[in-house]
Every structure is written in C-alpha cells, then in structure tokens.
C-alpha cells in the first residue's frame, strides 16, 4: 500500500524558506491522483495548503499562494513544498497526502486518503 | 472564502450515538469527507464522498449531507473513538472544519 514519509528542516529563520519533500512508496506518483499538504499549527486545526498532479498542474490555499511552490519529481517518486518568507505563525506540523477528486452526479468531491505521519517545523531565530 | 463550521466539543456516553456536524453555505451542493485525529497521530479518513466508509472504518460510522449540513454519526461509541474530526469540502481549494473534539464519558 501506498505511504508518505515528509523530510526537511526542522528549524528555519524567520524570513527564510520552508523546503519540504515527501517521498512516495508503494505506489506511483503519475497515478491518478492530488499530492496535497496540509500543515497543523501547534493545538489549532488542520489547513490546506494546496496540491500538485503529476502532470504539474497545481492549486494552492489563496490566503497562502503568494509564498508557496509545490513542485514534482518524478524520477525521484516525490513532491515537495517550499513556503517563503516565513514568521512564527507557520510554525506548524506539515503533512503530504494523497488526494482523490472527480465529478459523481453533479458535484465535486475531494479527499485524502493517506497521510505521512507528519514533520514538525519551527520558526524561530 | 468558504467556511465550514463545527462545534468545538461533544460528549456521549459509552455505547450511545454521537453525532458531530459540520455547516456550511449549500454544503449539500458538495461532497463532504471526515477525518478522525488522535493526539500526536495524523488524520485518518473515516468518511468520504458524505456517506462512505473506507475499507477498514467501522460500520458504526456513517454520513449524511443535506442543505447547509453535514453530519458524522457514531453509532454505539467506543471509548477508542474519542479524538478531533474534521470534516472537509472542496470549494476551488480543499476547506477544513474547524474540529470538533469528541469525549467519550
């Protein structure tokens, strides 16, 4: 079955850069699916980041958009996440997932069925 | 932007039927999907496409999603249940519930 691991930095500067990877296995990244993040902050709710296909197609969280890339890899089976000029307020855990999504009857429906166990990332000096 | 709205708590008594709903604007003109949560774990889905289970989620969980709410419903509440769910929809970008943490006493 298909897994997600997240890797990357745990601390980063604020004003910096958030880089984030999550590698894929059992399972192909040019499947029919999203590659999504969501990212935690400490004792809140859970927010959408946005997500990548593999064609490249992406959609990113508007109130986020300005600052984030989320590219590809497919000869590495992987995605990442880049989130720039960082503050404390993106102090959160990051996770990746996988995302399905598609037209039934006449409405869009969108979920993720599998998820890394998450990184927690820093912001601080 | 599209909001969903949760309550932040519930509490049911073991074996009782919980129920935990998420509102939104024409919520029922969308699909709606619920994560369960455990402290320090990663969301799990429970529900998708308002009303299915994923292979592996007990019967005890089902969905519903009419009008401007849609509801999680656990039938005969396990004390294993008790975690934060979210509910979720797409609206041009994947929106979250605030949560709502369930307690089982």
Redesign the interface.
């Given at each position: 079955q298909v897994q997600l691991q997240e890797s990357g930095p745990g601390l980063v500067k604020p004003s910096g850069t958030l880089s984030l990877t999550c590698a894929v296995s059992g399972g192909s990244i040019s499947s029919s699916n999203w590659w999504?993040w969501?990212r935690q902050p400490p004792g809140k709710?859970?927010?959408?980041i946005g997500?990548i296909y593999h064609s490249g197609s992406t959609?990113?969280?508007?109130?986020l958009k300005s600052r984030v890339t989320i590219s590809v890899d497919k000869s590495k089976n992987q995605f990442s996440l880049k989130l720039s000029s960082v503050t404390a307020a993106d102090t959160a855990v990051y996770?990746c997932a996988r995302?399905?999504?598609g037209t039934?009857g006449?409405?869009?429906?969108?979920?993720?069925?599998v998820?890394?166990?998450?990184t927690t990332v820093t912001v601080s000096s | 932007?599209y909001e969903l709205t949760q309550p932040p708590s519930v509490s049911v008594s073991p074996g009782q039927t919980a129920s935990i709903t998420c509102s939104g604007d024409k919520l029922g003109?969308?699909?709606a999907?619920w994560?369960q949560?455990k402290p320090g774990q990663?969301?799990?889905?429970v529900i998708?496409?308002d009303s299915k289970r994923?292979s592996g989620i007990p019967e005890r969980f089902s969905g519903s999603n009419s009008g401007n709410t849609a509801t999680l419903t656990i039938s005969g509440t396990q004390a294993l249940d008790e975690a934060d769910y979210?509910c979720?929809?797409?609206d041009?970008?994947?929106?979250?519930?605030?949560?709502t943490k369930l307690t089982v006493l």
């Open positions: 999504s969501v709710g859970l927010e959408w997500e959609n990113y969280n508007p109130s996770y995302g399905y999504s039934l006449y409405y869009y429906y969108y979920y993720m069925d998820w890394g166990k998450g | 932007s003109d969308k699909y999907c994560y949560q990663s969301p799990v889905l998708y496409q994923p979210y979720q929809a797409w041009s970008q994947g929106v979250f519930g605030g949560g």
